[in-house]
């Protein structure tokens, strides 16, 4: 008992001392935390800190806390390409496996794709991929497909790459080239053929005069190739330079390349002046050729610079994709601007309307009057007629409503002719009905304040040009000195006439004529008699403000002429012309 009260008198003390230091405690713990409230009401950014600190803290798991982590693996990637595809697949990003494939060189060139499984632009540039391989598949190209996304992959950890899909194509000796192109089938299978064929053969000067005419540029070299002891040729020196610089080319722009020719006839090759093998040319259609520097050494990458640092063309393709708007301001800042939206086919060649912009712009920047110019310009002419004829002779009648006036009032200031006939003529497989026959005199004076009288000069004349920008229908007028005895001075008909060498009367002028018209667009001797003295000629060259030509595929970028006022025609023809000038801000 005594112990027991000893002890209580011991402990008293102690508890009296322990409640005063921690209502000291709890009294300084207050005080610290009314500070600390009062700060936090003067910057209630820090207290949101405090409070999402401590939040997060208590919703973490407790697992997140230990050091050992339960972390769940990745899925496999399923395949983009189906079973039986053309495309071989490497899912897991094997790279190994493509290179050990690479190594046997069974093919030339091997196209590879390096996508994302989870990238919408992959998986539907997956299907042009696939679409472009069952075209090439008799072709000398392999296609590949590896996942360089897939983490635990030879890819992945090899190559960074910047963006999904990225595609490359593989060459023995060239390495690794990126295609650059439009991810659709046609552009990557016009990409794969261009690279399979870099270059055309040249064998007469008919050859020489189609392949100047369809190009505005391009690079031709001269090679000698001699049999050898065995019979086959010998590789001339160059040669495989010049190969490589072609297939460089058009990697470097695989949307509107630089051509590469080759000469072999000895014949044509001194008529450019080429007289060593090797020796190589830069054509310019707009300006005068250049011919390659003997200083500077002969190989591919040289090659190519300088064949694209010293080039100039009439129209330039325009591919408006990702940041078009700042793509058109660059272009539209420079000054006027032509855009032609036009379909292409790249198989119909001077059938595609590229080719009569492409005559509407050497004619503007004909400066000097060249005949290299004047015979591009007809050559692609003929070319048109020609597959004109062929469609004609496939089965599609082609009508033209025409008039014929005699003695007219704006016919007497031209004092070689008194009789001219105005024809509209419709390329397109409807006809012409005839109550919609309204060809008459207001277009033939239309015609005399478009080219002036100045121009209607000589034997017989011919004048074709578009009606209202249609490329299907076109106005033609004929004029010639006749004799009107027993001539009506005043016809009007619907027939199909034919229009074509010496101006033959009978044909032109006899309204019951059934001769088909195959001339659609610009008779050879029209458009060298009457063209050569257009004030068009060479307009770019006598005004301050010049204007550039551009075409756009508009079976690719029609939306782009929406949202510029443009509309397809009761046709579906989604073809048209706009003019931007951004300083006056009219289109």
């Not at 996508?115 to 696939?130: I, K």
């Not at 062929?390 to 031209?414: A, V």
Request: charged share 20%; net charge positive.
């Amino acid at each position: 008992m005594v112990w027991t009260v000893g002890l209580d008198r011991l402990t008293r003390p102690l508890i009296k001392r322990f409640k005063k230091g921690l209502y000291l405690v709890c009294t300084h713990i207050w005080k610290l935390v009314s500070r600390i409230v009062l700060k936090m009401a003067k910057s209630p950014q820090t207290w949101c800190f405090v409070v999402a600190f401590i939040f997060t803290l208590l919703a973490m798991k407790p697992s997140g806390f230990s050091s050992s982590r339960n972390v769940d693996p990745i899925p496999m990637p399923q395949r983009v390409f189906q079973k039986g595809s053309p495309v071989l697949e490497f899912s897991d990003g094997n790279m190994v496996a493509v290179e050990e494939l690479l190594k046997f060189r069974e093919v030339d060139f091997v196209m590879v794709m390096f996508y994302a499984h989870w990238d919408g632009t992959s998986l539907s540039a997956a299907q042009e991929f696939e679409n472009v391989a069952r075209k090439m598949v008799c072709k000398d190209v392999k296609f590949f497909a590896v996942n360089c996304w897939w983490p635990y992959g030879v890819c992945a950890r090899q190559r960074v790459l910047n963006y999904y899909p990225m595609f490359t194509l593989i060459h023995q000796t060239l390495g690794e080239l990126e295609y650059t192109g439009l991810l659709k089938e046609k552009s990557m299978t016009m990409f794969l053929q261009r690279v399979i064929n870099p270059f055309t053969f040249i064998e007469d000067k008919q050859s020489l005069k189609l392949f100047s005419a369809e190009h505005d540029v391009s690079v031709i070299a001269y090679f000698n190739f001699l049999p050898s002891l065995n019979g086959t040729l010998q590789e001339p020196s160059g040669f495989i330079s010049f190969f490589k610089a072609s297939v460089r080319a058009v990697v470097k722009d695989p949307i509107n390349p630089i051509v590469f020719g080759i000469i072999t006839n000895n014949q044509v090759a001194r008529s450019l002046s080429m007289i060593r093998s090797q020796d190589t040319q830069l054509r310019r259609m707009l300006n005068v050729s250049l011919v390659y520097p003997r200083h500077l050494p002969y190989n591919s990458k040289m090659i190519v610079s300088w064949a694209y640092k010293h080039q100039q063309k009439a129209v330039k393709w325009l591919v408006p994709t990702l940041r078009k708007s700042l793509i058109f301001s660059s272009l539209f800042s420079k000054g006027p601007t032509l855009l032609f939206f036009t379909p292409h086919q790249e198989e119909t060649i001077f059938g595609n309307n590229f080719h009569l912009l492409r005559t509407v712009a050497l004619d503007y920047w004909n400066c000097k009057n060249s005949s290299n110019i004047w015979d591009a310009i007809q050559m692609i002419h003929s070319e048109r007629q020609k597959m004109l004829k062929e469609r004609n002779l496939n089965g599609s009648l082609d009508l033209e409503c025409c008039s014929t006036l005699s003695n007219n009032q704006r016919i007497q200031y031209l004092s070689h002719y008194n009789t001219c006939e105005v024809c509209e003529h419709s390329s397109q497989h409807q006809a012409i009905q005839t109550n919609n026959c309204k060809v008459n005199s207001a277009i033939f004076s239309k015609s005399l304040e478009f080219f002036g009288t100045r121009i209607f000069s000589g034997p017989s004349l011919c004048l074709n040009w578009l009606n209202n920008y249609n490329p299907f229908s076109e106005i033609r007028v004929c004029c010639k000195k006749v004799d009107l005895i027993g001539r009506n001075r005043y016809s009007q008909s619907i027939h199909a006439c034919s229009c074509n060498g010496g101006m033959n009367t009978e044909a032109i002028f006899n309204p019951n004529s059934k001769e088909k018209f195959i001339d659609n667009i610009y008779r050879k001797q029209s458009y060298s008699d009457a063209h050569r003295w257009s004030e068009f000629t060479g307009l770019g060259c006598k005004t301050n403000k010049t204007l550039d030509f551009y075409a756009i595929r508009s079976d690719m970028f029609w939306s782009i002429a929406e949202h510029l006022g443009l509309r397809k025609s009761k046709d579906d023809i989604s073809t048209s012309v706009v003019i931007i000038d951004k300083q006056v801000l009219t289109f």
